[in-house]
């Protein structure tokens, strides 16, 4: 049961245009969401964070929006730059029963290449 | 640099043998989160302590144990490898209890190779 998801394994966007990736999640308990960028052999990298008592938050050339509603979530990056190219994964956590709000359900991830 | 370190960053072993992987957490962080990355099945959380008690647990292996001691390290003690446990493993910390939210540092990571 993959409770995050990304559908879209590959996204490829021009220097300088926008890139959005998209996440869904199914579990009404998550209110917690989170953007992580992974480079190879590295692990992963806290972009941005949003609570799900706000519909968006902005960091620099990066946006995170949020849906809950329609339990749906996306990472804008603007201006993309070729360094921006990497494997980017949306997590969510929550409370599940009073357990730790501390456990992250990460999505399968989305590979972001940004051209010249 | 996420101030998180593991060691080794790399392990190659048998199966049936047993290893332990080990976690520094960013200076104050109170909480230690363990991640098992396969190839098919993406990032998946293992377990959590803070300060020292274990707080959660995801799926993890009976054959898989960890602790975090007074200095706050963790160690992740994998036990009967089996060519499956062959993964990426992740150790992230936070700041945060269970009843706050904050997002988690992770390490550069011990990729297992079981042969």
């Known amino acids: 049961d993959q409770q995050v998801k990304q559908n879209s394994p590959s996204l490829s966007v021009q220097e300088g245009r926008i890139s959005i990736l998209n996440c869904d999640y199914t579990n009404s308990m998550f209110d917690y969401f989170l953007w992580y960028k992974k480079y190879p052999a590295e692990g992963p990298t806290f972009l941005i964070s949003i609570s799900s008592i706000k519909d968006k938050n902005e960091d620099g050339r990066f946006t995170v929006f949020l849906n809950k509603s329609a339990k749906h979530l996306s990472l804008h990056i603007v201006p993309s730059q070729p360094g921006d190219s990497a494997v980017y994964f949306c997590?969510?956590?929550?409370?599940?029963?009073?357990?730790?709000?501390?456990?992250?359900?990460f999505g399968q991830g989305t590979i972001l290449t940004v051209h010249p | 640099d996420s101030g998180v370190t593991q060691t080794p960053k790399h392990l190659i072993t048998a199966t049936g043998q047993r290893v332990t992987l080990r976690c520094s957490p960013r200076s104050g962080d109170l909480s230690v989160y363990w991640y098992q990355q396969s190839l098919d099945q993406g990032l998946q959380f293992l377990i959590h302590?803070?300060?020292?008690?274990?707080?959660a647990k995801g799926n993890i292996l009976e054959r898989f144990s960890a602790q975090q001691f007074p200095d706050l390290h963790s160690e992740l003690n994998l036990s009967s490898l089996e060519l499956g446990d062959s993964a990426l493993y992740f150790c992230?910390?936070?700041?945060?209890?269970?009843?706050?939210?904050?997002?988690?540092?992770f390490g550069p990571g011990t990729r297992l190779t079981v042969l």
């Open positions: 992230a910390s936070s700041v945060g209890t269970s009843g706050r939210r904050s997002e988690q540092f």
């Open positions: 997590a969510a956590s929550g409370n599940a029963g009073g357990t730790s709000y501390g456990k992250l359900t």
């Open positions: 302590y803070y300060n020292g008690e274990e707080r």
